[in-house]
């Protein structure tokens, strides 16, 4: 075999890398392994010819994760690739998360080819179809043969996959599965000549770089989505709003901002476009609006939940597709856009902003009065990260108790971009997704965790001496050692006080500083004027984690006075 002609594994790899990189991928994220190879190779030497970026992670759960935050800032699909067997099955919280955020995440997993399945073959699993329905789709390449005759095929496929990963209408993680058969390696004298194009100008140009088959001219990829008229709705897709009526907007995650409701009051999920008029969250049962647009999925407050599901509030859900919340089974109405030909009510815009302006002067009054008597909490440690963070920052927010904490001691600045896991709402890959997105972004980036969040994936921290490392990624932790959020569910009674720490609480009693430390992770335990200071300073800080220990003790009834002040200090009259 000659460098103008590579084997099969190699040269289908290269060609698969080229019409990646077609497709507009930048960011390519692979973790080590043996049936993996041929594209290990492929991308080490795409990067090597500035095609590509590649982000070595050596955990295939933190690896995926990596790829949804660099998906997500980077507005890009992100390959990750790994090899056969466990390896790919490491990666489903994140194809879970991408499939219910909707963030186009590329799988690429090795396998071995057809006739080593079902034998007992070493790191052999059925993997095809491994993600479910958390796949979009599912596009397998099979076993390569002549380079000549299949390229059309294989990048095709890509073409397929990548498509249907950014489609428009339901983007989404998608499994491509590459079957390779031995060799896996280039051939003596073809080692440096790989890389889906090499290191010349002539794969951009369609050329046979690398000794494989030429693409579309001009760096065109093999397969593009055809213009279609995003403008145009169809007149039975959408549903007029009377907005002269009480009209309260609920934002929750993947909202898209709705110009026609941009001026309602809105109760705003972190995350979702900044609103013109917000309401706070504990304001909602002081108000007692007649309708209720969904935009997004709300997933963070019962009240509103209970909002949503009352019989005498109207509820409209602007349809997103498949995807569509209707949680409570409530929406009389799911529609792709609303026609709002009538101006909002001033009286009802004056009433709920009143009450959001109330609400939030009482839970500053009673955050300050607690922390004057019993110290800080996770909600002190948000309401100090969003006073910190500034215009052009971008905020990268834990689940459970980080996400609910910040809505309520917003808002934020408009022009901080915000992050979350929203889709499967799980603790999962948080610190991999704050370094996809701190990686894929210029200026700083702050992330909001607690403490198991940031145990569960402090193997994101581990970046090797031969990679990419965020160049100003400050990862607030608030320990209170363990899980405060249970505190506040049902668990949290007073009469499950015997089994409630050994089995919800969760004490760790983890020292976080050794952690960072053996990561090579800058790491700084503050009070709160500390990390107001730290935040201050806007001078680059590399990747540093700085802890603030909290306390979860009085919780419950700190959270139950916050609700009972909004309530108190709300104006007379919901309507």
């Known amino acids: 075999m000659t460098p103008s002609a590579p084997n099969p594994s190699t040269a289908q790899a290269r060609v698969v890398v080229d019409e990646l990189i077609r497709h507009d991928v930048r960011d390519v994220v692979l973790c080590p392994g043996s049936r993996s190879a041929p594209l290990a190779l492929a991308l080490a030497a795409a990067e090597r010819a500035g095609r590509i970026r590649l982000h070595v992670r050596i955990d295939e759960r933190g690896a995926g994760f990596l790829a949804l935050g660099l998906a997500l800032a980077s507005r890009r699909p992100v390959p990750v690739v790994v090899t056969s067997g466990t ?45 479910g329905p958390h796949a979009r789709a599912v596009v397998e390449l099979g076993v390569a043969g002549d380079a000549d005759v299949e390229h059309r095929h294989w990048r095709a496929a890509i073409g397929r996959a990548v498509l249907t990963a950014t489609a428009p209408t339901d983007p989404g993680p998608v499994q491509v599965d590459l079957a390779f058969r031995e060799p896996l390696v280039p051939e003596p004298g073809d080692e440096g000549s790989g890389g889906a194009g090499g290191d010349d100008d002539e794969a951009d140009r369609g050329g046979r770089a690398g000794g494989i088959p030429e693409g579309r001219p001009d760096g065109r990829p093999w397969v593009n989505r055809a213009g279609a008229g995003v403008d145009s709705v169809p007149a039975d897709s959408a549903v007029a709003v009377d907005l002269t009526r009480p009209t309260l907007v609920v934002a929750g995650a993947g909202a898209q901002p709705v110009a026609g409701l941009m001026g309602v009051p809105t109760v705003a999920e972190p995350g979702a476009p900044a609103p013109l008029h917000p309401v706070h969250p504990l304001a909602v049962p002081a108000l007692r609006p007649e309708q209720v647009v969904v935009l997004g999925r709300p997933t963070l407050h019962r009240a509103v939940s209970r909002l949503m599901a009352d019989p005498d509030v109207d509820l409209v859900v602007l349809d997103a597709g498949p995807r569509s919340p209707n949680p409570t089974g409530s929406a009389a ?41 019993g110290g800080p909490t996770g909600l002190h440690v948000a309401r100090a990260v969003a006073r910190g963070v500034a215009p052009g920052d971008r905020l990268v927010v834990g689940a459970s108790n980080a996400i609910r904490d910040l809505s309520f001691v917003g808002p934020l600045d408009p022009d901080v971009t915000v992050y979350a896991n929203r ?39 581990c970046t090797g001496p031969l990679e990419s490392r965020p160049e100003d990624l400050t990862i607030v932790v608030a320990d ?36 960072c430390a053996g990561f090579g992770a800058e790491f700084a335990d503050v009070d709160l004027p500390g990390l107001e200071s730290l935040l201050a300073d806007r001078a680059p800080a590399g990747l540093r984690v700085v802890r603030v220990a909290t306390s979860r003790a009085g919780l419950r009834d700190l959270h139950a006075a916050l609700r009972a002040d909004a309530v108190d200090a709300a104006p007379e009259g919901g309507r």
């Open 333 to 373: 109405e799911l529609a792709d856009s609303v026609l709002t030909g009538w101006g909002v009510d001033e009286a009802w815009t004056a009433r709920t902003g009143d009450a959001d302006a109330r609400a939030r002067a009482a839970v500053d009054l009673r955050l300050d009065q607690h922390l004057a008597d």
């Open 480 to 515: 209170d050692d363990g899980s405060g959020i249970f505190a506040l569910l049902e668990q949290g009674d007073p009469r499950f006080a015997t089994d409630f720490d050994r089995v919800f609480g969760t004490p760790h009693g983890a020292d976080l500083a050794a952690l």
């Open 87 to 131: 390896a790919v099955a490491n990666l489903h919280p994140a194809m879970v998360e991408a499939a219910h955020s909707g963030v186009p995440v590329l799988a690429l997993t090795a396998n071995r080819p057809p006739e080593l399945r079902g034998t007992g073959a070493n790191q052999t699993i059925d993997q095809v179809g491994i993600f």
């Open 423 to 461: 889709g499967a709402s799980g603790i999962d890959g948080t610190v991999s997704t704050a370094v996809g997105v701190a990686l894929a972004s210029s200026g700083r980036t702050v992330a909001l965790l607690g403490d198991l969040t940031f145990l569960h994936d402090v193997v994101g921290l």
